[in-house]
């Protein structure tokens, strides 16, 4: 089993910055594509980036292109997801997500392990 723990949600004004950490354990982390996704109230789950097992391939949603990265450290099994120039419109709830092969990045339904997800709030 594979589990997932975000941190460094919080509040931010727009045009600032915030990172994600996704920390994982009880797997073999570098063997996973990792992902991002994120879910604001009364909305469908919505891709925001994914990187492949050793890095070299990256993913964005195109609402989040130029302004988040997405970068992951095998040796310290974590996943990060840089954001920037923040808008209101980025106010949800991120989660972090494992995927073991196969199947489209961006499709939640393809990711096999879920983080308990954190709360990123941009002001106006």
């Known amino acids: 089993q594979v589990q997932l723990v975000e941190s460094g949600g919080g509040l931010v004004q727009a045009g600032g910055s915030l990172s994600l950490s996704c920390a994982a354990s009880?797997?073999?982390?570098?063997?996973?594509?990792m992902g991002w996704f994120r879910q604001a109230p009364g909305r469908e789950r919505e891709f925001v980036a994914a990187?492949?097992?050793?890095?070299?391939?990256?993913y964005y949603g195109d609402s989040v292109k130029g302004r988040f990265t997405i970068s992951r450290d095998n040796a310290k099994n974590t996943v990060n997801l840089q954001m920037n120039s923040l808008k209101p419109e980025d106010t949800a709830v991120y989660y972090c997500?494992?995927?073991?092969?196969?199947?489209?990045?961006?499709?939640?339904?393809?990711?096999?392990?879920w983080g308990q997800g954190t709360q990123v709030t941009v002001s106006s």
């Open positions: 009880g797997g073999a982390f570098s063997a996973y594509v």
């Open positions: 990187i492949t097992w050793s890095g070299g391939i990256t």
């Open positions: 997500a494992a995927a073991r092969g196969g199947g489209y990045y961006y499709t939640p339904q393809n990711y096999n392990y």
